[in-house]
Every structure is written in C-alpha cells, then in structure tokens.
DNA sequence: CAGGGAACGCTCAGGGCTAAGATTTCCACA
DNA sequence: TGTGGAAATCTTAGCCCTGAGCGTTCCCTG
C-alpha cells in the first residue's frame, strides 16, 4: 500500500513498469520507457521554467510568442499563421495568444496593406525590451536544469530528441492521409 | 504526391538557434538544444496521444488517473494526496478531474472512515473496463510513434531523459529550499 | 484533555488550449 | 467579369490547470 521510496528514490517511470508487469504481464510496455519520461520531465521543466517569467508577468505561451518575433529580427514582426506553426498550436490559440500580448502593450496588430486577410503581430519597444531582459534569465534557468548532465550527454540527448520529433511527425502524418483516404468513401 | 515537408526543411530547433546566433551572437544558446527540443516532441506526442483517447469519450488528464489506479491493483484506489504526486499536479487540478471523472462512472469516491481528512478513489466496473481496452490502443499508438526509432535509440534516450528528470528535479528542489531560507528574514 | 499546527481535499478566480464554424478577402478560370 | 473555392483570422463553446485560501479532521504537546 505504502509507495515505496528509498533512500536514492527510485526512477518513478520504473515503478511504473513494474507495476504495469504484475497486473497485465502480457503488454510490452517499451514504449513507456521513453513517453512517460517524456511527460514528466516535460511537466517538471514546464513548472520550473515558469518561475523567472511570472516575476516579469509573462506566461508561458506570451514567451513563446515574443521569442518567436524576436528571433525573427528586425522588424519583430510575423503572421498569425507563421506563429501558429512555428508555437505547434491551433490558430484560434494564436487569437488569444495574440490578444493577450495586445492588450499588455508587448505587441501591436497590424493588417497587411497587399493582402487584407493577413494581420502582422510585431513587438513594441516595451515588448522588445521585456524580452531581451527575460531571455537572458530563461537561459539562465535552464542551464540550471541541465547541470546533472554532461555536455556529451546533451548532444547525445539533443540529437535522440531530434530524431523523436520527426518519428513522431510522420506517424502523425500518416493518420492524417489514411484520414483522407477514407473521407471519401 | 510530393511530401509536405520537403528535404530541404532542416530541423526547426536548429533554425532557431541560427537565428538566436544572428541577433543575439553574443548568448549561448546551447540549453536551446535540449529543451526547445523536448518541449517540441511532447506538443506532438500530446496531440498524437489524444486521437484514441478522444474516441472513448477520454482526457489525458483522465487518462492519467484511470492508469494510475488500474496499476496500483486491486481494489484499484488510491488517495487524492497520492494522485496529485504521482501526476505531478496540484491538488485542485486532481480535484477537478475526479469530479469529471465520476460524473461519467468511472471512478467512484469513498471517504476514509478510518481517517475522515482522506478520501479514496477507486475505479468502478466500467472504469476498470474502459482502461483495459484503451491502454493497449495506447500503447500500440506510441508504438507507432518509436517507428523512427532503433531498440537501442530508445534505450539510450529514457536513459538520457531518466537522468535529464534528476537533474531538473534537482534545480526546482534548489530553488524551494533558496525561498524557504529567504522567507524567515 | 484542550489548543494549535499540520495534513487533506475542496472552492474560487484567472488563464490557457482546441475543434468547429463564421467572416472577410483573394484569386483562378470559365 | 462573375463566381466558387481556398486561405487567413476570429468567435464560440467546452474542457483543463494553477495559486491562494477555506473548512474539516487529526494528533502532538503541555
């Protein structure tokens, strides 16, 4: 009953397992090995990640946001669209993202002259300061969150990460076409 | 049918630290590599993850407890306190998703008579059920999701995640005990 | 054996995200 | 040149999470 926790605190992942092989010995369960992990030290880093920015008044998503026009350089500005796909979120999302930064005065809305379905979202001065100043301490906090790890072990983990992503991808695109295909039928 | 995202298309992370490396040459971005990494392929993996899910009527919140109780065993229950630990949420969030979860039958919620603070929740009948038949759906789904991937990669990045878990872990548990000294002042 | 602190779960206010569909605008082509 | 489809964004409805604080219950201590 008690969950068990020694002295060096076991992975809980493996606990996870282990459990999962006494009451369905019958699964393989590989796969959790790597997601469970994912998402925990997903949630993990999410939490801790979001401490340096509620002290500037900047949730997660307004960071991904201002990043996003920062890196793009000069000037700070980019598509509704752009940002839905380079933050992996829908556009209603990006709506909000966007309305949220407005009514701060990070960023300002504006339509595109040539095409007037585009709206541009650009930083403001206050937003270009803001996130010049808090990028530094981001990068700050996650160099704190990667001291238990060799530099070899980040680029060994950098790269099997980047390779997840594209897995992931494609077995994500493949539903899509089968979702296609069997649209018409 | 060409594909949509041609050869060319390098890795999106990397494009970031490229841009990073033009308008701000002088900061190390090297943290990016891991984490914007790792925060990319769980946006992918959690909208992956959702498509079976969704289709009996499930959350991944809910998702999360349901396995939590089916792997503790029989009587398949478990306190809220021990829900939020192993979810890694808060204690609202664990209140929210078994009132959501006991509206629809699939769990059940029995109050300690022992220890009237403590209430348990346990999987009913039809809990029991639904998990059982969705976990392998899940678990052929992540499967599909490691296609990309070799027996050895897999290893080697729970391995790395594992270890990359301890040490963002390691810098939250940091900063806690920093606020704890600093709070009696 | 009475207080008071600690532990547990719940409530409330404030954000955040998505899917589906509406609206506006562009554009290719008959 | 008129029209239908496609594209970009916004709106709506619904669900999910957190931090702060509340009420209840337990239990240690004086």
């Not at 669209?81 to 309305?99: K, N, Y």
């Not at 530099?151 to 089968?178: M, N």
Request: hydrophobic share 35%; with cysteine.
């Amino acid at each position: 009953m008690a969950q068990r926790k020694p002295a060096h605190e076991q992975d809980a992942v493996a606990s996870f397992v282990e459990d999962w092989n006494r009451e369905r010995p019958e699964l393989d369960t590989a796969p959790l090995e790597v997601f469970a992990r994912l998402h925990r030290v997903f949630l993990r880093y999410q939490s801790q990640i979001s401490k340096p920015m509620e002290g500037h008044g900047i949730s997660m998503a307004g960071f991904d946001v201002l990043t996003a026009l920062r890196r793009a350089g000069a000037p700070y500005s980019r598509t509704a669209g752009e940002l839905a796909r380079s933050g992996l979120i829908s556009s209603a999302g990006v709506t909000l993202r966007i309305d949220r930064l407005e009514k701060d005065g990070l960023i300002v809305r504006e339509r595109d002259p040539e095409d007037r379905r585009v709206v541009h979202s650009r930083l403001s001065e206050q937003g270009i300061e803001q996130i010049d100043a808090l990028f530094n301490e981001h990068l700050e906090n996650e160099r704190r969150m990667l001291a238990g790890m060799t530099p070899a072990e980040c680029r060994q983990l950098a790269k099997l990460l980047g390779k997840l992503e594209r897995s992931v991808a494609a077995a994500q695109e493949a539903d899509e076409e089968e979702g296609e295909e069997t649209a018409g039928e």
